[in-house]
Structure formats: C-alpha cells, structure tokens
C-alpha cells in the first residue's frame, strides 16, 4: 500500500470536509469487513463486485481487480486518484469509473458497493424492456435514507450492460444528472450499485435493495404483477 499523501490538484473532485474513512487504515480495514460480510450473505460471488471508499485527501481506496471479496487482506485494496488513476503498481477494479463517477457527482457520498446481485442480474433480466423498478409499500423502504414510511415508492434506475466502462459511465452519469435520486442502480444482467456517507450505509443499502427485488421475484412467482403494477 502507498501511505504517502500526493498534492491534490485543483479539479480532482470536491472532497467531503469530514469523510467517514479519513485514514487509510480504517478505510482498508472497512473494505475487507464489507466483503466478508457481503460474501456471508451471498452477495461475493467469485471475485465478484467490488468496492470503494473516499479518504480525507481525496484519494480512493479500492478493491484490487480479481480478488474474492470475502478473502480480502491489505494487499488487496489500492489506491487510485479522484480520476481513478492507480498510484500503486497494481491493477485497480475494471470498473473503477464507476466509482469514481458517484464520488463526483455527489460530494457527500464516501464509499461505493458494487455486486452482482442475484435478484437484481435475474429481475433485470426477465424485464428486459425496462429502465427501472418502481418499489413500493415495503417496510423496508425505510433502509433507504429519507425514507420514512412504507408508503411510498422508489425508483431504481436499470443501464444496459457494456464492456465499455467509458461508456457505461457516461450513460450513467446522464441517468443521474436532475432531482436528488436513490442511492443505487441496476446494471442489467449484472449487477447493482450503492453508495453512502461511509460502508456501512452503502452496504446497507445493498443489503436492502437485494431484500426487495428478492421480494419482487416471489410476488412474480405468486402471480401478484410486474414491479410498478401494484399499489403502494
């Protein structure tokens, strides 16, 4: 791991003024707890997924590319810049862009969970004309921040698929600009995004939307509709 602090440079992104992971440490240490968790539940396929978290300086600590999550140590967390340039000799998350995308466009957010899903690569999939999910009248709605009550609806955006990193980015980045949205998105066929204050909140956002598109998938099963069909 690199330790030394490089001059941050105008335009690297705005910085939280009280990050949640301001040492490097303690953002290393969080990472490797996120992916046993994760793996736990289900959510670390393989060495699926990968995640994120913001420092003081602005630097970026992330999941090295290729590591199962669940089997983390030191050495599998690097460094990149705020444009998502490694500052180590090794090879950072394919999609590191992604990551880096959430960190500019939201200056609170410092920490970023990325999996693949299973509800969310199957639900994404059986609807294949769609470009979002409407969840509504959950109790666990209330996972999501400023959500008070079950009733209520959220939108989940859904991109397309790509290998071109560049240009699902961009793709994003338009789906995103506007009113405030929830924390997350669906990737079709392969996976979801969350993001928040620190890992625990973006994991428990991760946790909770998995939660829900599971529900989805057994009210398929019951014959009870297509998410958005349904009353609050």
Sequence with gaps: MVHESPEVR???GVMNDDPAHASLDAAVQAIIATGRRLEARGLAAATSGNYSARLADGRIAITVSGRQKGRLGPADVMLVDARGAPLEDQRPSAETALHTLLYR???HVNAVVHVHSVAGVALTRYLGAANEIVLGGYEMLKAFPGVATHETTITIPVYENSQDIPALAQSVARGLQGPPCVPAYLIRGHGAYAWGQDLDEA?????ALEHLL???I???????????????
């Excluded at 994991?203 to 946790?207: A, F, H, P």
């Excluded at 057994?218 to 609050?232: I, N, S």
Aim: with cysteine; aromatic share 4%.
């Design 214 to 216: 599971l529900c989805e």
């Design 203 to 207: 994991e428990r956002i991760i946790e």
């Design 10 to 12: 105008p335009g690297d």
């Design 218 to 232: 057994e009210m398929l099963r019951l014959g009870g509709g297509e998410p958005g069909e349904r009353k609050p």
């Design 105 to 107: 466009l939201y200056p």
